[in-house]
């Protein structure tokens, strides 16, 4: 049959009303559950990249009718054209499959979270490969549709990616990581538009195991923010809880090789280790860092001889390395975890949690910190899967928003293990893109979030990595680079965490916080602020003092010493308990709050002057100190 390819939106309800119709489907993400996750979605700005990207392949499919036929490879696909206009080519990233059985070190199919068996059952995933999967195989069950109906079928790559993501376990050595999952497979020739209308509809999760091709390519394009990859950033920025999961490429020769949306800020890279239990990284594996000094790859997974379902037949197997085999195995464990976080309170995870908790739960291996070869570690699908199971006792999510100008507080106490806190957001598409320049160092992040811990007048910063020295181990200070910041703490007591930012906010930026290690009996608090730009105290304030002040008059204090480091001493107060307000300069709010022992905490203040305005039932005063 002569069948063109479909729009997602048709496919999708085409695909839902066949299969729950003939009873197949069995509710995998209801329609009312997709309903939900489309109506986070910023539709306007999506067309709008829908648009643009529309015309793009409008113009390459005129200007392919007239190529040469150099343009035409094996194994390989034009898809479009650089800024210098160098041809861009897909091409799978895999070895030749072997007939060896060599099973990974990972264990697929075995997921469970406090006693329950989790194994993707009523979920979906999405997957674009070279061709279409040989959906016929035992392995799969009418488990996996076609999204492209005119593509050719029976790829061994895209069976293979398959298997090792959702087979059945008819061979037990090729079961697959989600083995009642349901996928549907695209080929990757309209992979931008197809994700982009899919994620619309709801989609939670793509799998990537292909890139652009390295051969030829100008030495520009390594670890260069394309295109490309602001594409990638904007669909996933315009629909929050879908994530792109991509092989971060087999071309590894010293750092710095990632290419095209590897060097997104919002999909998940995923690099290679070896399928053993030394976790060293495959020799074959890319890694950053990317121009601007981000942590890429993400993190990695085993993906060497990984056994799956092959193509040759409905009953046959074989084996394979690469990091197209290693991303499959993250995705199908980033659908687990939706299952399992669906499971305990009936919502998706937005995809910044997603992506946060397998790099918060990953294994750091060697020294301490991420790395650019590992990114944040090695795949732990178990520990990502304990981290939910323990949402009410030691470990911590929250999916919150920072406003311009705002900053979060939270005291919570760390347990006798200590504790790990990451900070995860999806992060606006960044605005400069290299169109042909060797390693320029412009920053992607358009968000420069921040956290800090503060306990006992320390302040401790999350990891940071130095692109200049990609060898040298992580160090602590101030991230300004990456979408993701983590910060580990090794004694037990009582913290405080706060959340800001650097520069202005666009707009209100969302972002998840997660936290493992906690006391069991802790709970956190939490506290927002605002720096407004006036000195204009707050109504309720305001009504707060009125009423407690029956003779109100200036009092006489003194804050010392001044300059200070770490906290304030006031004296002259009849007691030591009243309300404060830390002003800047300029007039805008540095910090406020309530205090015991006349001390007022200032660790967190830049250098600078400031003058510190103290409530108490005698009056108001104001006095300047310095901040050193």
Known sequence: ????????????????????????????????????????????????????????????????????????????????????????????????????????????????MNGTVLSGENMEVALWDQGLPRTSHQEFNERLSLGDQSASTNYSHATMVSGILLAAGKNQDAKGVAPKARAISFDWLQDRIEAAEAAAQGLLISNHSYGISVSNLPQWYFGAYLKISQDWDAIQ????????????????????????????????????????????????????????????????????????????????????????????????????????????????LKAASLKGLLMHTALDVDQIGPDFKRGWGVLQQDQALAFIGNLDATSSLLEANLSHGQETTHTFTAGQDGMKISLSWTDLPGEYVNRGTLNPTNKALVHDLDIRVYKDGVIYEPYVLNAKAPLAAATRGDNSTDPFEQIQLSEPGTYTLVISHKGSLKETQAYSLLISGLWSDSEITQTRSESPQTTELPTALQAEITETLEDPKTISLTAYPNPAVNELKVEGLDNSSFKYYIYRSDGSIAAKGSTENGKVAVSRLSNGFYIL????????????????
């Open 1 to 112: 049959m002569n069948c063109t390819r479909k729009s997602i939106h048709a496919l999708i309800s085409l695909v839902t009303f066949v299969f729950f119709g003939s009873g197949l489907w069995v509710q995998a993400q209801t329609a009312e559950q997709k309903k939900q996750l489309a109506a986070t979605v910023r539709v306007s700005s999506l067309n709008k990249v829908l648009i643009d990207l529309k015309e793009e392949q409008k113009e390459l499919d005129a200007l392919s009718k007239y190529l040469p036929s150099h343009f035409k490879k094996p194994n390989q696909q034009l898809i479009g054209f650089g800024a210098d206009g160098s041809p861009l080519f897909y091409e799978v990233l895999s070895n030749e499959p072997a007939t060896t059985k060599n099973k990974a070190a990972f264990t697929a199919g075995s997921a469970m």
């Open 237 to 348: 920025y315009n629909a929050p809880y879908y994530l792109s999961i991509t092989a971060s490429g087999n071309h590894a020769q010293g750092n710095d090789r990632l290419v095209g949306f590897n060097t997104s800020k919002n999909s998940l890279s995923v690099g290679a280790s070896m399928s053993s239990s030394n976790h060293n990284v495959a020799p074959f594996s890319a890694y950053g860092p990317t121009d601007d000094g981000r942590i890429k790859p993400d993190l990695v997974a085993p993906g060497t001889q990984l056994f799956s379902a092959s193509s040759v037949s409905d009953q046959s197997y074989a084996s394979g390395s690469g990091t197209s085999f290693s991303t499959p195995l993250v995705s199908g464990a980033a659908l687990i975890a939706q299952e399992a976080y669906h499971k305990t309170t009936t919502r998706f």
């Open 613 to 628: 305005g103290v409530f108490h039932s005698k009056g108001y005063e104001a006095v300047k100190f310095f901040k050193r």
